[in-house]
Nanobody, 119 residues
Framework: QVQLVESGGGLVQAGGSLKLSCAAS????????YGWYRQAPGKQRELVAG???????NYADSVKGRFTISRDNAKNTVALQMSSLKTEDTAVYYC?????????????WGQGTQVTVSS
């Protein structure tokens, strides 16, 4: 199994920056890809950014050019650098990891961290 713990959320003014971090533990050798999702009040959880084991990244259109996802395989961490933040970026942000459990694909989730962007 894989366990994930996020950190770095908080309150920031519009136009500011914030960096989220996620530390993985457990069967980290089996992790293929990481992702960051977010869920705003009354809305469905949505993908913000993802990164594969080879470093290939993908982003939601709404954050392209503003957010950067990165991973450190040696430290089993994944980060989300957020810049030029907008009030609509306010949400609970979740880290996730796709891994193999005895050959079967599974997904682990962190507990979430609140990001609030004020105008």
């Amino acid at each position: 199994q894989v366990q994930l713990v996020e950190s770095g959320g908080g309150l920031v003014q519009a136009g500011g920056s914030l960096k989220l971090s996620c530390a993985a533990s457990g069967s980290t050798f089996s992790i293929n890809a990481y992702g960051w999702y977010r869920q705003a009040p009354g809305k469905q959880r949505e993908l913000v950014a993802g990164i594969t084991s080879g470093g290939r990244t993908n982003y939601a259109d709404s954050v392209k050019g503003r957010f950067t996802i990165s991973r450190d395989n040696a430290k089993n961490t994944v980060a989300l650098q957020m810049s030029s933040l907008k009030t609509e970026d306010t949400a609970v942000y979740y880290c996730n990891a796709d891994f193999l459990n005895w050959g079967s694909p599974e997904r682990a989730w962190g507990q979430g961290t609140q990001v609030t962007v004020s105008s």
